[in-house]
Every structure is written in C-alpha cells, then in structure tokens.
C-alpha cells in the first residue's frame, strides 16, 4: 500500500470560516505531517454513532487522535472537587463519547494509532487510568507545561525510555518539546508503560507493553505537540514517519 489512509479526529468550530454555521475544526498542522510522510489525511466529523464509527474504521489504515479541550473528569473521578472541576475548559460536545467508542473499536480491530495531547490522556483513560483535572494545583513543580505563546518551540525536554519503542524509534534519549497542556496522566492504564517523562516526572508518552502491543498492535501517545514542531525541529518527524510505516504495513 502506497498511500495509508488517516482519519484524524476533530473538534466543531460554531462558526465556520466561509458560513456562519457550526462546521468542523481541525489543525492544518496534523494534515500536513501525515501528508508529508504519504499518507492521505481525512478529517472524521464528531457524530457519536456505533454505525459510523465501525464504517470508518473499514476504510482506513489508522487513526490519528488530535489534541483539544479537556476530557470530562467525571469519566473517571465521578466524586470530582468543584474547585476542580471549575478549571475544566471541555472539548466539543459528544467528543469524548464518539473518541471512547473510536479507541475502543480501532484497538479491537488493530487500527494502528497516534495519540496527540487530548488524545495522549484520551487513550489512558479509555484503558482504565486517570488524570491530574489540573496539573498546576494537583502537582506543582518546577517545569512548566502550559505555555501557548511558545507553542511552535521546545520548551522543555523529556527523557525517553531507554527500554521503549519510542526511544528506538527517536535514536535519542532527550528531546526536547513543547507543552501546552492543562491535565497529564495521574495513574497509567495497566496495559500501557512509560515511553518518555518531563524531568518533573510528569508522563510525556506511552506506549503499550511488549504483550499488549502483540494482542492490539501500534499505538503510540505523545503529551505534546510534534505536528507544530515540524518545522523548526524536524527531528520530530520520527513519530509520524514510523506511524505511517505500521499503517502500511499492519
Ligand atoms: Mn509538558
């Protein structure tokens, strides 16, 4: 197969940009580094349907699950603080649902996946763990991992798991990242292990374990954002390349 067929997941902008009427959302920037390395991205619409989702899933060769709004905690803390749940900017309503029943079905069928940000935390909690609903309060440090204006910039690094596909595929055990994100990984599914760590300990990537991965196959999750480092980080092109390649050859 020449050319992998991407879905990449969006979000629903109210306001379109050529109609003033509700339309789909998503980066330019994921569309073009699945292009860039051959694949052909196509944007799946939010529309939480059993139906869709299973036809989708037919007629691709992996899925691409892009970052946006925080997850609704009650998802996995349904006894959730106020305080906390205040902090919570949502993403698009009936994204969480269609996401969890997209996970799901592309892991049963051995969908290959790339789990951005949103998606990172997304597959953790599908998969059984939890989050920090806000990282500032429920664990301070040193690093900073919210920062918008420096979004297309590494701002700190993460140090890759020597033992991890991730490093393997890196050829590095520092890289350095950006970080724009509110929540990260509190408990990690048991099925997944720790590919790479901000110094601060916070996860920056998963994968699954060597058993797991035999049983569902390829699935990579990454805290930040390499789609928007392309350009002044091309190092970063690893993730999407070796993606692209288990989607061919699934
Ligand atoms: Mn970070």
């Not at 003033?20 to 052909?40: E, F, K, M, Q, T």
């Not at 970052?67 to 994204?95: H, K, M, Q």
């Not at 799901?104 to 998606?119: E, H, K, M, N, Q």
Request: aromatic share 6%; with cysteine.
């Amino acid at each position: 197969m020449k050319h992998p067929i991407i879905l990449v997941t969006s979000s629903t902008a109210e306001i379109g940009a050529e109609f003033p009427d509700p339309s789909v959302s998503v980066a330019h920037n994921y569309l073009d580094a699945i292009r860039a390395g051959g694949g052909i991205p196509l944007c799946l619409p939010i529309m939480p349907d059993a139906d869709l989702v299973s036809g989708a899933l037919d007629c691709c060769d992996g899925i691409l699950l892009t970052g946006g709004g925080d997850i609704n905690p009650t998802l996995y803390w349904p006894e959730v603080p106020g305080t906390l749940l205040a902090t919570c900017e949502f993403g698009s309503p009936g994204r969480d649902e269609m996401e969890f029943m997209l996970i799901r079905s592309a892991l049963d069928r051995r969908v290959p996946i790339l789990a951005i940000c949103r998606g990172h935390q997304l597959v953790n909690v599908a998969l059984g763990g939890t989050l920090y609903v806000d990282l500032p309060t429920q664990r301070p440090g040193e690093v900073l991992h919210c920062d918008y204006d420096r979004r297309f910039e590494a701002i700190h690094d993460i140090h890759l798991a020597p033992d991890s596909r991730f490093a393997r595929l890196a050829e590095r055990e520092i890289l350095g990242v950006n970080s724009t994100h509110h929540q990260a990984i509190e408990r990690l599914a048991s099925v997944l292990r720790v590919a790479a760590a901000a110094p601060d300990g916070v996860i920056e990537a998963t994968e699954f374990t060597p058993e797991e991965q035999a049983r569902r196959g390829w699935l990579q999750t990454v805290q930040y954002h390499p789609e928007r480092l392309l350009r002044n980080h091309p190092e970063h092109r690893f993730l999407f390349d070796a993606f692209l390649e288990a989607c061919k050859t699934r």
